[in-house]
Protein backbone atom coordinates (compact mmCIF):
# COMPACT_ATOMS: atom_id res chain seq x y z
CA UNK A 1 0.00 0.00 0.00
CA UNK A 2 1.31 3.50 -0.78
CA UNK A 3 2.24 6.08 1.93
CA UNK A 4 1.07 8.55 0.54
CA UNK A 5 -3.06 7.67 -0.09
CA UNK A 6 -5.67 9.46 1.59
CA UNK A 7 -6.94 6.81 3.43
CA UNK A 8 -9.92 8.11 6.12
CA UNK A 9 -8.01 5.99 9.00
CA UNK A 10 -4.72 8.39 7.94
CA UNK A 11 -6.49 11.33 9.14
CA UNK A 12 -8.39 10.50 12.04
CA UNK A 13 -5.51 10.73 15.03
CA UNK A 14 -6.56 7.07 17.26
CA UNK A 15 -3.57 8.12 19.68
CA UNK A 16 -5.44 11.22 20.77
CA UNK A 17 -6.76 10.93 24.79
CA UNK A 18 -9.93 12.12 23.10
CA UNK A 19 -10.53 9.34 20.79
CA UNK A 20 -8.94 6.69 23.46
CA UNK A 21 -11.56 7.81 25.94
CA UNK A 22 -14.53 7.61 23.65
CA UNK A 23 -13.23 3.98 22.12
CA UNK A 24 -12.62 2.82 25.90
CA UNK A 25 -16.28 4.47 26.34
CA UNK A 26 -17.82 2.22 23.96
CA UNK A 27 -16.16 -0.67 24.78
CA UNK A 28 -17.21 -0.32 28.48
CA UNK A 29 -20.84 0.19 27.43
CA UNK A 30 -20.92 -2.81 25.67
CA UNK A 31 -19.20 -4.95 27.99
CA UNK A 32 -21.84 -3.61 30.42
CA UNK A 33 -24.51 -5.00 28.65
CA UNK A 34 -22.81 -7.94 28.49
CA UNK A 35 -22.51 -8.55 31.94
CA UNK A 36 -26.40 -7.44 32.30
CA UNK A 37 -27.31 -10.92 30.72
CA UNK A 38 -23.95 -12.47 32.16
CA UNK A 39 -23.98 -11.98 35.84
CA UNK A 40 -21.43 -14.68 36.84
CA UNK A 41 -18.73 -13.89 34.04
CA UNK A 42 -16.14 -12.80 36.20
CA UNK A 43 -13.69 -12.27 33.66
CA UNK A 44 -15.34 -9.80 31.82
CA UNK A 45 -16.17 -7.94 34.84
CA UNK A 46 -12.25 -7.90 35.71
CA UNK A 47 -11.29 -6.71 32.26
CA UNK A 48 -14.77 -3.97 32.77
CA UNK A 49 -12.54 -2.74 35.83
CA UNK A 50 -9.35 -2.23 33.88
CA UNK A 51 -11.35 -0.23 31.52
CA UNK A 52 -12.51 1.80 33.81
CA UNK A 53 -9.39 2.91 35.53
CA UNK A 54 -7.24 3.18 32.13
CA UNK A 55 -10.38 5.42 30.85
CA UNK A 56 -10.29 7.13 34.61
CA UNK A 57 -6.72 7.53 34.10
CA UNK A 58 -6.40 9.44 30.70
CA UNK A 59 -9.45 11.61 32.19
CA UNK A 60 -7.52 13.16 34.59
CA UNK A 61 -4.42 13.21 32.12
CA UNK A 62 -6.64 15.62 30.02
CA UNK A 63 -7.81 17.59 33.07
CA UNK A 64 -3.86 18.09 34.10
CA UNK A 65 -3.57 19.72 30.54
CA UNK A 66 -5.98 21.20 29.35
CA UNK A 67 -9.99 21.69 31.50
CA UNK A 68 -11.55 22.91 28.60
CA UNK A 69 -11.34 19.58 26.76
CA UNK A 70 -11.94 17.78 29.63
CA UNK A 71 -15.21 19.38 29.69
CA UNK A 72 -16.02 18.70 26.21
CA UNK A 73 -15.11 15.36 26.43
CA UNK A 74 -17.43 14.64 29.28
CA UNK A 75 -20.32 16.53 27.70
CA UNK A 76 -20.12 14.92 24.47
CA UNK A 77 -19.96 11.44 25.89
CA UNK A 78 -22.26 11.96 28.42
CA UNK A 79 -20.00 10.77 31.74
CA UNK A 80 -20.71 11.91 35.29
CA UNK A 81 -18.05 13.29 37.07
Known amino acids: M ?3 SNNKNEKQNVG ?3 NQISIF ?3 IKNLTEHLKSNKKDHNTRRGLMKL ?3 RKKLLSYVKSKSN ?3 ESIIKSLGLRR
Do not use: H, N
Open 2 to 4: DKT
Open 16 to 18: SSE
Open 25 to 27: SKR
Open 52 to 54: VGK
Open 68 to 70: ERY
